[in-house]
Structure formats: C-alpha cells, structure tokens
C-alpha cells in the first residue's frame, strides 16, 4: 500500500485497524527477543565435536599445551589464522575468547603505557576517536569508559564517510584513531571499499600515534557465496604500524569458549608481547589446541560457515520479504538487504524509533534500545533499529514480525497524521 497518496480520513482509518491488531497482540503475552547477535542454539551444534580435541588431547614430545607458556599463542592456531585472514603467522598474537577484550585491553596499553612509546594518552588533555554511525554500541560503550571524545563520520555504503575522516585526522592530533567493523558492519552489514581501505591506510594524520581498530568481526559470515569481498588492509600501500586487525570465533564456533586474536605489523607485536608476558603467563591452550585442530586453514572455515549460513539464510530472507511485503509504501522506512553479518537495519521515519521500542517491548517483542547504534546513544534523527535474526527460532519469526510491523505502521501513521 502506498501511504502517500491516502487521505488523512484514510490514514486515520488505517491507524485504527493497526491499533485493533496491536490490542489483539498484547492479549497474547508473548515474549520474544531480537536484540543481540546471539549465535542459535543449532548454529552451537555445529562446534560440539571440537571438545573432543580437548578431550582427548595429548601432550607432544618438545611441548605441553596444558602447562603455562606461549603468551603469544600456540603456532598451530597462529598459523590456522594467518591461513584465514591471508596475513604472516608472525604478524599474530592468538589469545582466548573476546576480541572486545582484546580491544579493551590495547586501549588501556595505550592510555597507560602510550603507543609504541609515545605518550601515553591517559596524560594527554584529550582523546578522541571517529566512530563510523551507525555503529556497535560496545565499541562506544568501551570507548566512553576510557573518557574518549567520540566523533562521529556517516557510514556510507562503502564504508565512513572518507573526505570527513581525512579532513579530521589530518588536522587534530588529539584524534587517536578510529574504529571499524570492515565486512558487514554491525549494524549497517555494509562492506568498505577497496578505496576506502587504501585511504585509510594512506591518509596523513596529525597524530603520529594513530591507530585503525580494525574489528573484523565477520570476515567469515557471508550468507551468500557472492557476497562483496574486503580488500586485506595488510595489503594496502601506506603505514601498516597504524593497524590493529581484531578477530574471534565468537560467532564461528562458542562465544563462551572461542579464541580470538590481535594481528599487527612486527613493530606492534613486539610491543604487545612485552605487556602481555607481564600481564599473563599464557592464555587456554588447549582451547586453542582444538580450535587448530577444528579449524585447521581457511577451506575448512569456509566449509563450516557454510553450514552457519544454511542456518541463518532462512531467517534472514523471512524477515526480509515480509518487510518487503508489508511495509514497502510506508514514506521515509526502509532496511538493509545484507549479503552477510548478523543483523538488518530498519531506517523508521525520523523521530520514531523510540516510540516503535517501546511499542514492541509492551507487545512482548525485546529490541535493541533505540539510539545504541550512536555513540552516547544520541541518534539526533531517532530513526536507527537493529534487528539480530540469529538467535530466534524459525517458528517465532512471523508473530515477532507481526509485533515489529503493526508497531512501526502505528508510529508512522501517527506521526503522518500529525
């Protein structure tokens, strides 16, 4: 139905039906939930038979991966990542469950200690960092604990807005860094640019201690085999010491007991190493003893996210033609359609995201908060919604989306009415 072209009689009477569907849907005290981008419990499944490998491991003749040692990671998992990501085993540093941790933990290395022995930022006057928007609200949250200033650049479809970000870094050497999710942004599931990454890389900046947090996040979570590809940032002409390329199997195999790793130039690992050997004698060995043996090389991760995919796929195009069934005439809503990732975004009329949450919350139906994808949850236009279809099972999809549609049509007409 085309919304536009109705009468303001029409629209009230339209109002009206969607607000007698909304009535019939809270009677029903449901409890649904669309928030984060929680692996499902079959995608969980698919990993179970890599315990065996902790189970039945055994010590090797010049090595014991249940002994401390090897702060760097085991060579088997470094070389399995190295395969994976295309990057120089040397160049990993393999670690335990949470990439974010990795994060938090390079930023507090530089507030506390500097970058590779510049002054470390918890002296200086003021941090700040670009945030692409819309973005991860843990990035935010993480980088609003360190007291950073968070500047934020438009996401466009082939990554931030590149003429804003030189502009900035080139002229404020308080600007540290910025961070990113390259390959299906959370929440946007865009893919940055071949030029984009090379800007990136290229770009001067006043700050001679600027880093790119690079969270690949979902290097590997295509739901399509002709999903875009991401250009490797290691091999972009430029300065390489500004990179820190984040990964986990967070979403690959257990978010409770994955691996993750932080790959850098030669430069940044040394310096990693030197804190990390201070700060642990070693990370889970044999966690990361089965993730290698499980995960060998890149066609065997290839091969088990395929079966993610087989999983996810259905979710997704369910949601997706169902919005584009309903909601395709209402003015100023649109979605993503994402090749990969974990999520959708819905683009509502502007200043009705908040009202459509809490509609949904009151229906039954839990929603990421309206305005996390910003940082300090300020979504000036209040029109950003993530939608995580991962988690929900396949029989609840159509009466979640009943709950999400009725409540946008509602706020929309509302506010269309005036």
């Not at 670690?95 to 022995?117: E, I």
Request: net charge negative.
């Amino acid at each position: 139905m085309d919304y536009s072209i109705l009468t303001n009689e029409e629209l009230t009477k339209q109002l009206a039906l969607c607000k007698k569907r909304y009535q019939s849907l809270l009677k029903e005290k449901l409890s649904l939930d669309l928030t984060r981008g929680r692996p499902s419990q079959e995608q969980l499944e698919l990993s179970q038979p890599m315990l065996d490998y902790i189970a039945t491991y055994k010590p090797g003749k010049n090595s014991d991966y249940r002994n401390y040692g090897q702060v760097e990671g085991i060579p088997e998992l470094r070389a399995a990542i190295a395969d994976m990501l295309d990057v120089d085993k040397e160049n990993v540093i393999a670690t335990s469950v949470s990439s974010l941790n990795l994060m938090f933990d390079v930023l507090a290395r530089a507030f506390s200690f500097g970058v590779c022995g510049s002054t470390p930022w918890a002296k200086l006057p003021k941090v700040k960092f670009i945030c692409p928007v819309p973005g991860y609200d843990r990035h935010f949250k993480m980088l609003e604990s360190f007291g950073v200033e968070m500047i934020c650049v438009p996401l466009l479809e082939n990554g931030p807005d590149m003429d804003i970000v030189e502009q900035l870094v080139a002229s404020d050497e308080a600007i540290k860094g910025i961070i990113c999710v390259p390959r299906f942004s959370n929440p946007t599931g865009d893919v940055y640019s071949a030029q984009t990454v090379d800007r990136l890389v290229a770009m001067p900046t006043a700050a001679k201690d600027f880093r790119i947090f690079w969270d690949n996040a979902y290097f590997a979570h295509e739901l399509y085999a002709d999903a875009p590809v991401l250009k490797n940032i290691f091999d972009c002409a430029g300065d390489l010491d500004r990179v820190y390329m984040f990964m986990s199997t967070s979403k690959i195999t257990m978010p409770s007991g994955g691996i993750s790793a932080l790959i850098c130039t030669p430069k940044n690992v040394k310096s990693t190493l030197e804190f990390m050997g201070v700060q642990s004698l070693s990370y889970n060995k044999l966690v990361q003893y089965a993730h290698a043996q499980f995960l060998p090389n890149a066609a065997a991760l290839r091969a088990h996210m395929e079966k993610h995919a087989e999983i996810l796929r259905p979710k997704f195009e369910r949601i997706l033609a169902l919005l584009d069934e309903r909601l395709i005439g209402l003015p100023q809503v649109s979605w993503n359609h994402p090749r990969g990732g974990y999520f959708i975004t819905i683009y509502a009329m502007p200043h009705t995201a908040k009202h459509i949450v809490d509609l949904c919350k009151k229906a039954g139906l839990t929603l990421t908060a309206a305005g996390s994808t910003y940082p300090y949850y300020r979504d000036d236009l209040d029109s950003v919604m993530r939608l995580a279809p991962t988690y929900i099972q396949p029989e609840q999809i159509d009466v979640a989306m009943d709950i999400l549609m009725t409540s946008i049509e509602i706020a929309t007409l509302e506010r269309m009415i005036g």
